[in-house]
């Protein structure tokens, strides 16, 4: 009898190409997929909850799948961790209703950009963390981080792709930054991301940072639905998937 399961993952992405199978990289959906036929001995269907970008991170990824395998989930998890490598984990699998989908029945999610805010670099956060050696006003960038709670055309913070098509509107939970010593995060919630639009997020954080942009320029930034009216893109290296959103 079939098994429809949930199973969430937790990886480094730094040595990765992103989530999604490519010819000629070494992406996460590639090692997992390898582990996971070792242990059902099926080329098991697998559905993602998204795709993350080379060198992006994840506390939380969602997989969904229905498998023949009868294996049950604990022993699941214990079996893909011991074939997995030290920068992969799988943290749970659970079992879900026959039609659970990890993209199509996901509510929302949260990611985590970290910035690590000293003179001089920590060597163990290099690849996981954007070093940002000038001093930082995290009660400011908060500030301004409120103008993207809501629901708004996000156009100005989209990188356009094919991936992009129709209505870019999305609504934003919660967004807010803080700092714990020399860790300034950037968290941010909400009912769907579009290309880069956390890092693009953060890049127009730091513009307010160095006085190019104001908090009160954000929302005039969303209204001009326009990609260059905003900051840079910031680097992949401190962008984490932290949650996943689903009625369970």
């Not at 399961?5 to 997992?32: M, P, S």
């Not at 699941?76 to 209703?97: E, F, G, K, M, W």
């Not at 981080?145 to 913070?157: E, K, L, N, P, T």
């Not at 700092?179 to 941010?188: E, I, K, M, P, S």
Request: proline letters at 6%.
């Amino acid at each position: 009898m079939p098994q429809d399961l949930l199973l969430k993952l937790a990886y480094d992405g730094t040595r990765y190409h992103g989530w999604q199978i490519q010819e000629n990289a070494l992406t996460v959906q590639q090692v997992f997929q390898e582990a996971l036929e070792r242990i059902t001995g099926l080329k098991e269907d697998i559905k993602a909850c998204s795709r993350t970008d080379t060198g992006v991170h994840a506390r939380e990824f969602c997989v969904s799948l229905r498998t023949e395998s009868p294996i049950a989930p604990e022993r699941l998890v214990a079996a893909l961790n011991h074939y997995l490598p030290q920068d992969i984990a799988v943290r749970s699998c659970t079992p879900v209703p026959p039609g659970f989908h990890a993209r199509y029945s996901c509510k929302g999610k949260e990611y985590v950009y970290q910035i690590w805010n000293h003179p001089v670099r920590d060597p163990f956060l290099a690849g996981r963390a954007l070093h940002y050696w000038y001093p930082m006003d995290e009660a400011l960038l908060d500030q301004a981080a409120q103008h993207y709670v809501g629901r708004h055309d996000f156009s100005s913070f989209c990188t356009l792709d094919k991936r992009e098509k129709g209505d870019l509107t999305r609504t934003v939970t919660h967004a807010r930054v803080q700092r714990q010593g020399d860790l300034v995060t950037f968290t941010v919630a909400a009912d769907g991301f579009l290309y880069n639009m956390v890092r693009i997020m953060v890049g127009t954080l730091l513009r307010v940072q160095q006085g190019k942009f104001t908090p009160q320029d954000i929302p005039g930034i969303l209204r001009a639905r326009d990609r260059k009216a905003a900051g840079p893109t910031a680097p992949a290296c401190g962008l984490y998937l932290n949650r996943v959103f689903y009625d369970l």
